[in-house]
Structure formats: C-alpha cells, structure tokens
C-alpha cells in the first residue's frame, strides 16, 4: 500500500527565507504528483503538478522536484511571504488502484513578518 | 470560469439522520472523487467514480453512499451507520486520462449535532 510522508510537520520562518518542503512516497509506480494548498476551513488548490517522466516543475516562486526512482519530491518556495501561510500537501497518483490520490498530512508553515 | 461547487458550506445533521452532500462540476471531468480530511489524519478517499453510473469504494466507504447519475454530480449521502460523521468533506475531479492532475471543491463542513 502507498505511504506519503511530509516533513517536517510544522515549519515557521521570517519573511524572505527560501524554503524546502520534503515529500516522500514508497511506491515508485506512480503517474504523477501534485503539491497543493490548503488554508484554513478552504479547499485545496494545486499548485504544480509533475509527471512520472518530468524532473520539475517551476511557477512563479515555486519548484518542485520528482526523483521517482528514490521515492521523494521537495517543494522549494523562495523569498517566502506571510501569504504563503497554509498548509501544503503532496499527493500522488497511482498507476494502479483506479488513477486514486494518496495524500501526506501536510507541513503547516507560518511565515512571520 | 469552470470549476467545482460543493454545497451547503456547512451543514449539521443530528442523530440518525442521513445527509447529502452536493458535488457539481462545470469542467468536463470524467473522474470524480470524495475524500474526508480529520485533524492529523490526512485526507483519506471514501468513493470515487470514474464513468458515469459506476463507482467503487475508497478506503473508508461504510456509513457513506453515491450515485452518479449525470457526468457533471456526485453527490455524497452520509447516512446513519456512519458513527463519526463530523469532518470537512472534499470533493474532486479530473479527467479520466492518467496523467491529469486533480480539481476540487471548496469543502463542506458536516458537524453532528
């Protein structure tokens, strides 16, 4: 069975620090990943999403990065704003079990003014 | 501008009711999937359905029911069996290829009261 992991859990940093989110996963046979935001009481919105054949994936501020074959993805955010508080998760998509999303719990970041 | 539309926002069901949540989508998706989120558990996949009139069981379907009738809804019944029905409640879609990334909604709150 598919296990994603997030670390670390929680993260708060002074505006302006670059920053990494890590994301593992322990079945390679994916067809992609996803990192999305989710603030407080919302919805999740993606942010990027990276195919099983990509090695990144750039917007605006953002990056993510796929190793498939090692099972990780790290989410850089650069000159981090107090607007980027939320809660970001990975997800991947499965080639089996029906194209379903596995979710980590997340990394909670606070970014201080 | 297309999208999902989950309502009500926040509902409130009292014992040994049944209640629906409502899921529409505007994007042409063929997918689409209901995953409930708890504190420090994640999002966890309770039914998801891939063609209209057909659908299959998540990881935490008892207690819960679907039916995908129109290409465009799915709605979610969480019925009396469901013992602990309090959670925030999300809906998704993509499109049925693999490499798609997923949509989703807004959330509804469900408190038992």
């Known amino acids: 069975k598919q296990e994603v992991t997030q670390i670390p859990a929680a993260l708060s940093v002074p505006e302006g620090e670059n920053l990494v989110l890590n994301c593992s996963f322990t079945?390679?046979?994916?067809?992609?990943l996803q990192w999305f935001r989710q603030d407080p009481g919302k919805g999740l919105t993606s942010l990027l999403l990276?195919?099983?054949?990509?090695r990144e994936q750039t917007s605006g501020r953002l990056n993510a990065s796929l190793d498939k074959s090692s099972g990780r993805s790290t989410l850089y955010i650069a000159a981090s704003q107090p607007g980027d508080s939320a809660t970001y998760l990975c997800?991947?998509?499965?080639?089996?079990?029906?194209?379903?999303?596995?979710f980590g719990e997340g990394t909670q970041l606070t970014v201080n003014p | 501008d297309g999208g999902i539309t989950q309502s009500p926002k926040y509902l409130f069901r009292k014992e040994g009711q049944n209640v629906t949540l409502s899921c529409e989508q505007n994007?042409?998706?063929?997918?689409m999937y209901w995953y409930r989120q708890d504190p420090g558990q994640g999002l966890r996949l309770i039914y998801y359905?891939?063609?209209?009139?057909?659908?299959q069981k998540g990881d935490i379907a008892e207690g819960y029911s679907v039916s995908r009738e129109k290409k465009e809804s799915f709605p979610l019944t969480v019925t009396s069996a469901q013992k602990n029905p309090t959670a925030f409640y999300l809906c998704?879609?993509?499109?049925?290829?693999?490499?798609?990334?997923?949509?989703f909604g807004s959330g509804t709150r469900l408190t038992v009261v």
């Open positions: 998704a879609s993509s499109m049925a290829h693999r490499p798609s990334g997923y949509t």
């Open positions: 079945d390679s046979a994916i067809y992609n």
């Open positions: 990276i195919q099983s054949s990509q």
């Open positions: 997800a991947v998509k499965e080639e089996t079990s029906g194209s379903r999303l596995t």
């Open positions: 994007l042409n998706h063929d997918a």
């Open positions: 359905s891939q063609i209209v009139n057909d659908f």
